[in-house]
């Protein structure tokens, strides 16, 4: 991969306080903890005043609750995660409702800049492209009331990041009466569909990044336009669409205008610049016009690959009808002997499961011994190696059909999207990016639907043990490391740090996996 996405610990200290407080194996555990700590300070200022009875009676109400939280479906457990999640979603709701609304009046420029990720800006009337003053102008009629509107934006979501954000081409969005001498005069091109505009410069390259920063926002943004939207592209690249075409056309029906380089001026009724953006590999539902969520978007993956995906398997059963026709001539050729048929992996029943694979840092030293383990507990295994250059067909493929998947936490295991819901993704955490494998993977996978199963490796099981003392803070307490910056962070836990993993421990994980796939199996077999 290019680039680590380089905000994975460079966290908010509201984010980190908010992250603490949740469960991270997504059970009861979290709520018991501080139902307990919230009793315990009560009862540390009620004993001063002497109030024995009241506690008896609380310790009472603790442990009724207690059980009653960890009974499933229970209306108690399901009013305390509301309570528990309430301050998220107080900060949800205020970024929630758009500035700029859906009835926005014509000859009208607003920007929504009160995200702290993104900047969005709608123009309403008669939008025209002008590249090369990197411009979007608003026509208004001559008897128009309304001020001019002078507005700059680099549509990009990371708009925190100075450093990328300062790669991002910037976008000057005016309105101006018509016949004014800088407004093109007239259209090359009359699109009566709005525009999204947005850039794919900034971290592309890094697949965490393309879907997080690129993707999903685009399809939280594009959606609800049923396809009949044209997207305007800064810094087009045909790498990109060549990767990401088959999305693309899921989300709209027309060729994308490539800004830079189509020099022609482009009218539009409409024209969105920046993409809306929810939180990591995330899409929330109380804020999309149809109540999407990341499973809507994992179903138009599907579609997206499905087409190419049977052209692949059509070619390889071409082959394969190739080869059995040709060793059917070389027998008859060389007599009657009997030929025994080749078992495929189609034959075995066994559970899939995907090593994604990484070269340089954070590798796996020794993954061949994980392939045998992972064999002796039941699996079919595969290795993949992502490259650059991988067609994202395959890489969804393999995974789609996979029940199991295995990596080392980095921009790799993005490719958590491609499972199916009900599969199981285990996740190796390196010393020193507890956080960022929760955040930026584990909590999107389980909102996905996956059984998310973290592997946090001990310090004897990195490389950075046969580098530090055993009391270096380096393998004690990662987080004082962490807290020196970015550049300490990437320097020493990202492009210093290999693992060897500890197979009897690690079986633990191969076994619960199994579990859980044969229960998913039994439960699909009884509906």
Avoid at 118 to 132: H, K, N, P, Y
Avoid at 313 to 324: G, L, N, R
Avoid at 366 to 372: G, S
Avoid at 448 to 469: D, F, H, N, T, V
């Amino acid at each position: 991969m290019v680039h680590h996405h380089r905000a994975s610990l460079l966290v908010p200290q509201q984010r980190k306080v908010e992250v603490a407080a949740e469960d991270p194996e997504g059970g009861g555990g979290g709520r018991m903890k501080e139902l307990r700590g919230r009793l315990a300070d009560y009862a540390c200022h009620h004993r001063k005043h002497g109030h024995d009875a009241l506690l008896r009676m609380l310790a009472g109400f603790a442990l009724v609750s207690c059980l009653l939280l960890l009974l499933p479906g229970s209306p108690i457990s399901a009013t305390m995660d509301e309570l528990l999640q309430l301050g998220r979603r107080m900060r949800r709701d205020q970024e929630a409702a758009p500035l700029c609304a859906d009835d926005l009046a014509n000859g009208t420029v607003c920007c929504d800049r009160s995200s702290h990720r993104t900047d969005v800006c709608v123009m309403r009337g008669d939008v025209r492209t002008q590249a090369a003053s990197n411009s979007l102008f608003l026509l208004l009629p001559p008897n128009a009331s309304r001020a001019a509107a002078d507005e700059r934006i680099r549509p990009y979501t990371r708009k925190w990041e100075s450093s990328i954000m300062s790669t991002i081409d910037e976008l000057h969005l005016r309105s101006a009466p018509e016949g004014d001498a800088a407004a093109p005069a007239h259209c090359d091109v009359r699109h009566d569909v709005p525009a999204v505009v947005f850039s794919t410069g900034g971290y592309t390259g890094n697949v965490y990044h393309e879907f997080n920063d690129g993707i999903i926002p685009l399809y939280i943004t594009a959606r609800h336009y049923n396809k009949k939207v044209v997207f305007v592209m800064l810094e087009y690249h045909d790498w990109w669409m060549t990767k990401y075409g088959h999305i693309v056309e899921q989300l709209t029906d027309y060729p994308p205008v490539d800004f830079a380089n189509d020099r022609r001026t482009h009218c539009f009724p409409e024209a969105v610049v920046g993409l809306r953006i929810h939180d990591e590999l995330a899409i929330d539902a109380e804020r999309m016009p149809a109540n999407q969520t990341i499973q809507d978007f994992r179903q138009m993956l599907d579609d997206a690959h499905r087409g190419r995906i049977q052209t692949i398997i059509d070619d390889e059963e071409e082959k394969q009808a190739a080869a059995a026709a040709a060793a059917a001539r070389k027998q008859q050729h060389h007599g009657s002997q009997r030929i025994r048929r080749t078992r495929t992996p189609e034959d075995d029943d066994s559970p899939r499961l995907v090593i994604v694979s990484r070269n340089g840092s954070r590798a796996i030293e020794n993954e061949a011994e994980l392939v045998r383990a992972a064999a002796g507990a039941g699996f079919r295994v595969s290795v993949l190696q992502p490259r650059q250059d991988t067609e994202l067909a395959k890489m969804y493929r393999a995974l789609n059909v996979s029940d199991v998947m295995v990596g080392v936490h980095g921009a790799a295991m993005t490719h958590f999207l491609f499972m199916r819901p009900g599969s199981v993704f285990i996740q190796v955490v390196p010393l020193g990016t507890d956080w960022a494998a929760e955040t930026y993977y584990g909590e999107p996978a389980r909102r996905l639907g996956l059984r998310y199963m973290p592997y946090k490796i001990l310090p004897s099981e990195s490389s950075l043990c046969g580098q530090y003392a055993k009391d270096d803070p380096v393998l004690t307490d990662p987080n004082t490391v962490n807290a020196k910056g970015w550049q300490v962070t990437k320097q020493v836990y990202l492009d210093g740090q290999n693992v060897r993993l500890d197979i009897a421990r690690f079986r633990r994980h191969l076994r619960q996996a199994r579990g859980h796939w044969a229960m998913q199996r039994q439960g699909a077999e009884q509906r």
